[in-house]
């Protein structure tokens, strides 16, 4: 290089200088020739020599994205790994993210922070370059359309509102021209309906967010209840909204190596096992009945408010404070019309039944407040449930129940 520009630097650490290169990128900011990274304003009327590489920071919206580099390495003023100017064999992997009207904000946000903390490129592709609407009313506007999209390495397709672009041809025939392109096809959430859509399914086993997996089972598609995400070797689905985090880990580091991608969770502060077997949608609520089964104060025929509700994949505990019936015995009677009809059906368009046959409750009593059943899931494994009803301590007129669950 024959000219060098120094870039004032900000004496205050930003969240990205410590996420990604720790407290010593701010002191490699004031020692650029030392390191041998080299820093000058791009555009700047510079000239370089023209066997040596020039590489770039990463867009982060900081006074960096000027600078040019004459080697590999972190960026000194934010940390971000520097890619090559226009491409070459050093480029990381690229991530084109699929955009759309209610598109769930995490499926696409959670895994982008992880791509972008291993260092790979990502950018958001559209039907349209304008503005969209995100699920919680974000606006978000994209950096590509379906005509002018680059090439990409891996493809991400978030869920969210999803069953309205099933109908759009032109979304459905990028994503199966985008899908012969990249390496790697992963969805999040309900964006594995999209990829069903689109013929990517057949012949893999997947997962989505819980309560519409069932939605996906075909005889030639087998769904999974136990595993935040489901990889194929080309197409990987995850479960819902934060599953896409652990997905695209587990993605970094099928293609970086585990240290990598260990090294990027604890950037993030974020707690990643990449054999965890935690998901929504096998937690033994399930078995309860209406929206109980949900995380809901919802039993039909009740009014009722969500005191507390938790456990595991072997028992759990809901406490509801209700209102209405307005006694103890008419509640008792209530909850035995509902667990006794309770299949624990789940899936939006073709319910699958998780109950095995009709649960046996214990016999009825005269002024009973409490109840027992015991049933059988689909999977041949027995349960015991706990009914109880008693008078809120500090709700005149109102009655807390305890619905119990636990493996046998």
């Avoid at 075909?218 to 935040?228: A, E």
Wanted: with cysteine; net charge neutral.
């Amino acid at each position: 290089m024959k000219q060098e520009k120094k870039e004032s630097t900000n004496d205050e650490p930003t969240r990205r200088t410590f996420m990604k290169g720790g407290a010593g990128a701010i002191l490699a900011a004031g020692c650029l020739t030392a390191l041998g990274s080299r820093g000058v304003t791009a555009g700047a009327s510079t000239v370089l020599d023209s066997v040596t590489a020039t590489y770039i920071c990463p867009p982060c919206g900081q006074p960096c994205d000027k600078l040019t580099f004459d080697k590999p390495g972190d960026c000194p003023q934010c940390g971000m790994t520097l890619v090559p100017l226009g491409g070459g064999k050093d480029s990381p992997a690229t991530v084109a993210i699929l955009l759309f009207n209610a598109t769930e904000l995490i499926d696409f946000a959670g895994p982008w922070e992880v791509f972008g903390t291993a260092g790979f490129l990502v950018h958001t592709v559209a039907a349209k370059s304008e503005p969209l609407t995100m699920v919680f009313g974000q606006k978000v506007l994209p950096d590509y359309t379906f005509d002018n999209s680059p090439k990409a390495d891996i493809l991400l397709v978030p869920g969210g509102g999803v069953f309205d672009h099933m109908k759009d041809d032109a979304l459905i025939n990028w994503i199966q021209r985008k899908s012969k392109e990249v390496s790697y096809v992963m969805s999040v959430c309900t964006g594995a309906f999209l990829l069903q859509k689109a013929g990517l399914l057949e012949g893999q086993t997947v997962t989505a967010t819980y309560g519409m997996i069932e939605d996906l089972a075909t005889p030639q598609t087998k769904v999974m209840y136990d595993q935040r995400f489901v990889d194929n070797g080309k197409i990987i689905t995850t479960a819902g909204l934060s599953s896409g985090i652990d997905g695209a880990f587990h993605l970094v580091s099928r293609i970086l190596g585990k240290g990598r991608a260990q090294a990027a969770a604890l950037s993030m502060e974020y707690n990643w096992d990449a054999d965890s077997k935690w998901t929504r949608a096998n937690q033994a609520d399930r078995y309860l009945p209406d929206g109980l089964a949900y995380g809901k104060p919802r039993l039909k025929g009740a009014e009722a408010q969500l005191i507390s509700t938790e456990g595991n994949t072997d028992h759990w505990e809901t406490k509801l404070l209700v209102s209405s019936p307005s006694s103890s015995s008419e509640i008792i009677d209530l909850l035995r019309s509902r667990i006794g009809s309770n299949t624990a059906s789940q899936g939006m368009f073709r319910p699958i039944a998780h109950i095995r046959s009709t649960p046996t409750l214990s016999p009825k009593r005269s002024k009973e407040s409490a109840i027992t059943w015991t049933f059988t899931d689909d999977q041949g494994r027995n349960w015991n449930g706990l009914g109880s009803v008693e008078p809120a301590s500090d709700e005149q007129g109102k009655f807390v129940v305890t619905l119990k669950l636990v493996r046998s």
